[in-house]
């Protein structure tokens, strides 16, 4: 019998995450935030003083990751080499080299097996830009979840803010329309939906209400 997979892809800010968390919490599955690994590579990169346009050295890096996910309140922490490296992870600098990183073919075949490790029964939520179309084509159920651009700066404003970190909006808008721009077009796992997604524009809906469409679909699914 084969362990469930659940995939949520996207843009960034379209609030995978949450669905995620949501998800994996009410089905009792194991979680994967993808976005983490490829955000953890820019940072160790950055924290051994590695160039990020390095491909070999970055590569190296994404394969000697020691990354461990635990719970912690309402989420999960990020521990890279056992220290919690969440705040750090969130930077906006970081998604964007996280965003520049990922382009590299060496760096995201560094990391298949690790995201495919994390399949343990009794199932796994992946979210991410490739976890449907590239890494788990066989999911039983996968997701696209989108929203506009402007909505999607408005959350993550929102979400700096509340983690007390700095934020201005014309910066936030113009980094998501850059990363939109750099995962859609790379040549490697661009951002598209898999032909057999469920497609959620979630610009006009309540997280509630995305999750209940998610959740409809899923039980029709698995
Ligand atoms: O989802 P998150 O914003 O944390 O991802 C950071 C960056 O990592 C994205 O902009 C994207 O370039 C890259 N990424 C990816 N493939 C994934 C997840 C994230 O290329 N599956």
Redo the contacts with the bound molecule.
């Keep these: 019998l084969s362990i469930p997979v659940i995939t949520i892809?996207g843009p960034?800010g379209a609030g995978?995450?949450t669905l995620g968390l949501w998800l994996a919490k009410a089905l009792k599955f194991h979680l994967l935030?993808?976005?983490?690994?490829?955000?953890l590579s820019a940072l160790a990169a950055q924290l051994l003083g590695v160039d990020d346009s390095d491909e070999q050295q970055v590569a190296d890096i994404s394969k000697q990751l020691d990354v461990s996910f635990i719970p912690k309140g309402d989420g999960v922490a990020v521990m890279l080499n056992g220290q919690d490296v969440s705040a750090a992870l969130r930077q906006e600098d970081i998604?964007m080299a996280?965003?520049r990183v990922?382009?590299f073919p060496s760096v995201?075949s560094a990391l298949v097996e690790c995201q495919r490790n994390f399949v343990k029964a009794p199932g796994l939520v992946a979210?991410?830009?490739?976890?449907g179309s590239t890494?788990f084509p066989q999911a039983e159920a996968k997701i696209f979840l989108t929203a506009r651009a402007e909505t999607r700066a408005d959350r993550r404003m929102k979400q700096l803010e509340d983690a007390g970190l700095a934020a201005d909006y014309d910066k936030i808008l113009a980094d998501i329309k850059a990363?939109d721009e750099?995962?859609s077009n790379r040549s490697v796992?661009p951002l598209v939906a898999a032909p057999d997604a469920l497609v959620i524009d979630s610009s006009d809906l309540s997280l509630d209400e995305v999750y209940d469409k998610a959740l409809e679909y899923i039980r029709l699914k698995i």
């Design positions: 892809d960034s995978k995450g935030e993808s976005g983490a690994l490829y955000r998604g996280a965003s990922a382009a995201r979210d991410g830009r490739d976890m890494i990363r750099n995962d796992s």
